[in-house]
């Protein structure tokens, strides 16, 4: 009975001594993460204000482009959509009065060495399998 007794109290006082140490090698942890991010910060920051301003100069770009000389499409004739695809074209469209369309080309806008993300690859897919349809709906 006694030999019981001290096993429970051995295990009683390890138990104590592995959550102290396990609550001690937690807050060095987390100290260690808040002192790597606040000696990060500033290089955290300038990313992301470089990120929020590529994208925005994108989304204008994105806008700018029927614009171009090289666009091979009547800027009356596009439509930006942005996502997941940004320009839908029409072409034809401006021209025929509204009556007529010659073709319907999505197109994505790109620069410098940025690539399809997943999405927008399976949208290509399905336009270059002829996975398109026409749905009307009525209210």
């Known amino acids: 009975m006694v030999f019981t007794e001290i096993l429970l109290a051995i295990a009683a006082v390890v138990a104590v001594y592995l959550f102290v140490k396990n609550m001690q090698w937690k807050m060095k942890f ?3 993460v808040r002192d790597f991010l606040e000696s990060q910060e500033e290089g955290i920051r300038k990313d992301a204000i470089s990120r929020s301003a590529r994208t925005l100069s994108g989304k204008t770009l994105e806008k700018l482009v029927p614009f171009l000389e090289r666009f091979n499409h009547d800027p009356h004739d596009v439509r930006w959509i942005g996502d997941p695809i940004d320009l839908v074209v029409f072409d034809g469209y401006s021209k025929s009065g509204r009556k007529s369309v010659d073709n319907i080309t999505f197109v994505e806008v790109k620069s410098g060495g940025s690539e399809l993300h ?9 336009v270059e399998k002829k996975r398109v349809k026409w749905e009307e709906f009525r209210v």
Do not use: L, S, V, W
């Open 30 to 32: 987390e100290q260690r």
């Open 118 to 126: 997943t999405g927008q690859r399976k949208i290509r897919e399905a």
